[in-house]
C-alpha cells in the first residue's frame, strides 16, 4: 500500500482507517512524538537499542510515524490475516506481530494523552459525570468472537449459549450523544450481562437516570434511576399504552446501538479474534472504543448536537 497516495484519495482512506484524512493527520499529531520517543531508544521487533536512533533507516518500510499509524489502523479496521498484511506493507511476518504489538500499545499512549479512553474503575467514571454533569447513560453489553480454545474447560468458560460461539464480553456504557464513559473489564461469553454490571459495583453522581434493556431487569445502584420497557405477562398481552412506552423506550435507546454499531466498524473486535485473547481481547476493545470516541468529536461527523459535554476538535 502506497500510503502518500492513498491520502490522496478520502473515500479509500476512510474505508481502510475508518478515518478521515483529516482526522487520521490531527491523531497523528499526538501520535507522531510518542512513536519518534519509542523508536529512538528500541528496534522495529521490540528491543532495546545501545544507542539512540538518530534517523530512520534508508531502507525502512515504515521509515515515519504517519506510515506507521497508517500500518495500525489498518490492522485494527480490517483485521487481515499477517501475511497479508506483510505482503501489503513490504516486511515479514514476523515484523507484522512485533510491529503492530509495539504500535498497538503506542495508539493506547496516545489515545490516553488525548482523554478519550473510557473510565476502567467507579472513581474514574465518578469523575467524568461530575466534571460533565452528565445525568443521563445507555448501557448494554456486547460479545466479540475468539478462536475456541484446546482446554476443554476453557471452552465452556467462553462458551455463549446466545451466540451459539465462543466469545468474550464488555459492558459499556455511553451518553446519548454516543460518548463512551465506561468499559468494563473483558469477561467470558457465558457470563450474564446483569452479573458483569453487578460485579462492576458501580455507583453514580445523584439524579443519574439509566435506560437500560429487560436483561438488566432487578438491578440497582446508589444514586442511579432505572428505566426498562415493560415486560410481557405471561399468557397476556401488553396494552396500547405499554406498547407505546415501550417504542418510546427503544427510540431512546437508539443511540446506544448506534455506539455498538460504531465499536465494530472496527473488524478486529468483530470478526474471529485470531490473536491471543488473554493478552490483546481487553486492549483492542479499549482503542476500538477510543477510535470510537475520536470520530464521536470529529467536526466533520454528526455525533453530536451542540452544547453538550462533548466538545468538537478543531483541524488546523
Same mark, same amino acid.
Given at each position: 500500500?502506497?500510503?502518500?497516495?492513498?491520502?490522496?484519495?478520502?473515500?479509500?482512506?476512510?474505508?481502510?482507517?475508518?478515518? #478521515?484524512?483529516?482526522?487520521?493527520?490531527?491523531?497523528?499529531?499526538?501520535?507522531?512524538?510518542?512513536?519518534?520517543?519509542?523508536?529512538?531508544?528500541? *528496534?522495529?521487533?521490540?528491543?532495546?537499542?545501545?544507542?539512540?536512533?538518530?534517523?530512520?533507516?534508508?531502507?525502512?518500510?515504515?521509515?515515519?510515524?504517519?506510515?506507521?499509524?497508517?500500518?495500525?489502523?489498518?490492522?485494527?479496521?480490517?483485521?487481515?490475516?499477517?501475511? %497479508?498484511?506483510?505482503?501489503?506493507?513490504?516486511?515479514?511476518?514476523?515484523? /507484522?506481530?512485533?510491529?503492530?504489538?509495539?504500535?498497538?500499545?503506542? &495508539?493506547?499512549?496516545?489515545?490516553?494523552?488525548?482523554?478519550?479512553?473510557?473510565?476502567?474503575?467507579?472513581?474514574?467514571?465518578?469523575?467524568?459525570?461530575? !466534571?460533565?454533569?452528565?445525568?443521563?447513560?445507555?448501557?448494554?453489553?456486547?460479545? !466479540?468472537?475468539?478462536?475456541?480454545?484446546?482446554?476443554?474447560?476453557?471452552?465452556?468458560?467462553?462458551?455463549?449459549?446466545?451466540?451459539?460461539?465462543?466469545?468474550?464480553?464488555?459492558?459499556?456504557?455511553?451518553?446519548?450523544?454516543?460518548?463512551?464513559?465506561?468499559?468494563?473489564?473483558?469477561?467470558?461469553?457465558?457470563? #450474564?450481562?446483569?452479573?458483569?454490571?453487578?460485579?462492576?459495583?458501580?455507583?453514580?453522581?445523584?439524579? @443519574?437516570?439509566?435506560?437500560?434493556?429487560?436483561?438488566? &431487569?432487578?438491578?440497582?445502584?446508589?444514586?442511579?434511576?432505572? *428505566?426498562?420497557?415493560?415486560?410481557?405477562?405471561?399468557?397476556?398481552?401488553?396494552?396500547?399504552?405499554?406498547?407505546?412506552?415501550? @417504542?418510546?423506550?427503544?427510540?431512546? !435507546?437508539?443511540?446506544?446501538? #448506534?455506539?455498538?454499531?460504531?465499536?465494530?466498524?472496527?473488524?478486529?473486535?468483530?470478526?474471529?479474534?485470531?490473536?491471543?485473547?488473554?493478552?490483546?481481547?481487553?486492549?483492542?476493545?479499549?482503542?476500538?472504543?477510543?477510535?470510537?470516541? %475520536?470520530?464521536?468529536?470529529?467536526? &466533520?461527523?454528526?455525533?453530536?448536537?451542540?452544547?453538550?459535554? /462533548?466538545?468538537?476538535?478543531?483541524?488546523?
Amino acid at each position: 500500500m502506497n500510503y502518500t497516495e492513498l491520502q490522496k484519495n478520502d473515500k479509500s482512506f476512510l474505508s481502510l482507517t475508518s478515518l #478521515h484524512v483529516a482526522e487520521f493527520e490531527y491523531l497523528l499529531l499526538f501520535f507522531e512524538p510518542i512513536c519518534e520517543e519509542y523508536y529512538k531508544w528500541h *528496534t522495529i521487533d521490540g528491543k532495546n537499542r545501545k544507542l539512540p536512533r538518530l534517523k530512520a533507516n534508508a531502507k525502512e518500510r515504515l521509515p515515519t510515524a504517519g506510515h506507521k499509524l497508517f500500518f495500525v489502523l489498518t490492522y485494527l479496521k480490517n483485521n487481515p490475516l499477517q501475511n %497479508f498484511q506483510a505482503a501489503s506493507f513490504g516486511v515479514s511476518q514476523g515484523q /507484522v506481530s512485533h510491529l503492530f504489538k509495539a504500535l498497538n500499545g503506542l &495508539l493506547s499512549l496516545t489515545f490516553k494523552k488525548m482523554g478519550l479512553v473510557p473510565a476502567k474503575n467507579n472513581e474514574e467514571l465518578q469523575g467524568y459525570l461530575e !466534571r460533565h454533569k452528565v445525568k443521563e447513560l445507555f448501557q448494554d453489553a456486547t460479545e !466479540r468472537p475468539i478462536a475456541r480454545k484446546t482446554d476443554y474447560d476453557a471452552q465452556k468458560e467462553d462458551y455463549s449459549g446466545k451466540k451459539k460461539s465462543h466469545t468474550v464480553k464488555n459492558s459499556v456504557i455511553c451518553t446519548q450523544e454516543q460518548y463512551i464513559c465506561y468499559v468494563s473489564d473483558t469477561y467470558e461469553g457465558k457470563k #450474564h450481562d446483569k452479573s458483569i454490571l453487578d460485579e462492576e459495583s458501580l455507583s453514580y453522581p445523584e439524579n @443519574t437516570i439509566m435506560h437500560l434493556d429487560l436483561g438488566y &431487569l432487578g438491578y440497582s445502584a446508589p444514586n442511579l434511576t432505572v *428505566t426498562l420497557p415493560h415486560k410481557k405477562p405471561s399468557k397476556k398481552e401488553l396494552t396500547v399504552e405499554q406498547k407505546e412506552q415501550n @417504542t418510546l423506550h427503544a427510540q431512546k !435507546r437508539v443511540c446506544n446501538e #448506534h455506539t455498538m454499531k460504531g465499536i465494530k466498524r472496527i473488524r478486529i473486535v468483530k470478526d474471529i479474534l485470531r490473536l491471543d485473547p488473554y493478552a490483546y481481547a481487553d486492549k483492542l476493545f479499549i482503542n476500538a472504543c477510543s477510535l470510537h470516541n %475520536f470520530r464521536v468529536r470529529s467536526p &466533520l461527523r454528526a455525533y453530536a448536537p451542540a452544547d453538550t459535554h /462533548v466538545y468538537k476538535i478543531k483541524f488546523n
